[in-house]
C-alpha cells in the first residue's frame, strides 16, 4: 500500500486524480466526462511540456481514469437518490 501511495505522491499524481473525479462528477454523461478530462489531461501536459520541458503521459492517463472514476461516482449517487 505504501509503494501505491508515494506512486501517487510522485509528480502529483493525487492531484490529476483528484481533477478528474471532480470533472466525472460533474459531467452530464459518459462522453462529457471523457472529453472534458482528455481535454483538461491534454491542457496539463501542454503547460508540464511548456514550462518543465517534458510531460508525463502517465500524468494525462491518470486525469482521464479519475474522471471515469468520478463520473462512475456521478451515477451511482443519483441511482442510490433516485431509488
Request: with cysteine; glycine share 12%.
Amino acid at each position: 500500500m505504501k509503494k501505491i501511495i508515494d506512486w501517487f505522491k510522485e509528480s502529483d499524481r493525487w492531484k490529476h486524480l483528484l481533477g478528474g473525479i471532480l470533472i466525472g462528477l460533474f459531467a452530464n454523461g459518459w462522453y462529457c466526462a471523457l472529453y472534458a478530462g482528455t481535454l483538461v489531461a491534454g491542457a496539463l501536459e501542454l503547460k508540464d511540456f511548456l514550462w518543465e520541458g517534458e510531460p508525463s503521459w502517465v500524468d494525462a492517463v491518470v486525469t482521464v481514469a479519475g474522471s471515469a472514476i468520478g463520473y462512475g461516482l456521478h451515477c451511482l449517487i443519483f441511482m442510490l437518490l433516485l431509488s
